[in-house]
């Protein structure tokens, strides 16, 4: 079993800053595993946002998020972060972080792949 507690997100403007961070408990972090950050805007479906390797050096974003989001990894931590900067209204959502002990893919998968999730994150940005 693998547990995910998310910190982080808020209001803001737009053009400003969160950190979102994701903290896995229960199970180390296998070699062969996933992490990723879905959100979900209302009425909308959960979509896909980013991923990391285990090892944390590689990535993988959707096209909306490229060169403004960040993920990133502290294994000894087992944390997962997500920077967001130049935050757009179009970003508000409640974000997840999720969880799969399965091989890591440089490309956007469903929801349904994944095992495990953490709680929710609401980020609201104004214009």
């Known amino acids: 079993q693998v547990q995910l507690v998310q910190s982080g997100g808020g209001l803001v403007q737009a053009g400003g800053s969160l950190r979102l961070s994701c903290v896995a408990s229960g199970r180390t972090f296998s070699r062969i595993s996933m992490m990723a950050w879905f959100r979900q805007a209302p009425g909308k479906e959960r979509e896909f946002v980013t991923t990391i390797s285990s090892n944390g050096g590689m990535t993988f974003y959707q096209d909306s998020v490229k060169g403004r989001f960040t993920i990133s990894r502290d294994n000894a931590k087992n944390t997962v972060y997500l920077q967001m900067n130049n935050l757009k209204p179009e970003d508000t959502a409640v974000y997840y972080c999720?969880?799969?002990?399965?091989?890591?893919?440089?490309?956007?998968?469903?929801?349904?792949?994944?095992?495990?999730w953490g709680q929710g994150t609401q980020v609201t940005v104004s214009s």
């Open positions: 999720a969880y799969r002990p399965r091989v890591w893919v440089p490309r956007s998968l469903p929801d349904y792949e994944f095992d495990y």
